[in-house]
C-alpha cells in the first residue's frame, strides 16, 4: 500500500478523516512539532525519511479572525503557514492533494464549480480566504491537486 502523509491530521477535519478512514496503517501523521511546514529544511528532511507516496495537506491557519489582524502581513503565521508551507511542501513532494475552501470566494456568486479560480482581490475575502486562493494558485501552477471543503 501507499505510504500516505497526512499534515494537520490533528485538526478538526483530519481528526474526522482518520477516525473514518480505512487506511490509518498507511498514514503517517505527524504533529506540527515533528514537521512544521513554514520551514523548507524541516519539509525534505522529512520527505526524505519518510518518502510518502502521497502527501494531503489539511494544515491550515484557520482563525479567520485572528488572521484578518494579519491582513498583508506576509510574515505573518496565516500567510507563512497558508502560502509558504504550501510553496515549501510542492518544492519537495510530487504527488500533493491540497485541502481548501470555499472562503476562497466572496460568497457572491456560489454556489461554485470546481473550475472557478480564487479570488484575486484580496479586499474581497478574509486574509485566511486570500491566503488560501495564494495556495491554490501554487497548487494550480505546479499541476497538483485541490481539494475544496465548504
Request: glycine share 8%; with cysteine; aromatic share 6%.
Amino acid at each position: 500500500m501507499a505510504k500516505i502523509l497526512v499534515i494537520g491530521a490533528g485538526g478538526l477535519v483530519g481528526s474526522r478523516i482518520l477516525e473514518l478512514s480505512k487506511f490509518k496503517d498507511e498514514m503517517i501523521t505527524p504533529t506540527h512539532k515533528e514537521l512544521d511546514i513554514t520551514d523548507l529544511a524541516a519539509v525534505k528532511a522529512y520527505m526524505e525519511k519518510m518518502k510518502p507516496d502521497v502527501v494531503v495537506n489539511l494544515a491550515a491557519f484557520t482563525d479567520v479572525t485572528e488572521g484578518e489582524k494579519q491582513r498583508g502581513d506576509e510574515t505573518g503565521l496565516c500567510w507563512r503557514l497558508n502560502v509558504e508551507g504550501v510553496r515549501n511542501l510542492l518544492a519537495v513532494s510530487d504527488n500533493l492533494i491540497q485541502i481548501s475552501t470555499d472562503l476562497v470566494f466572496n460568497g457572491q456568486a456560489g454556489p461554485y464549480s470546481e473550475a472557478q479560480e480564487a479570488e484575486t482581490d484580496q479586499s474581497k475575502v478574509t486574509w485566511y480566504g486570500y491566503t488560501k486562493g495564494e495556495a491554490e494558485r501554487l497548487v494550480k501552477a505546479s499541476g497538483e491537486t485541490i481539494l475544496r471543503i465548504i
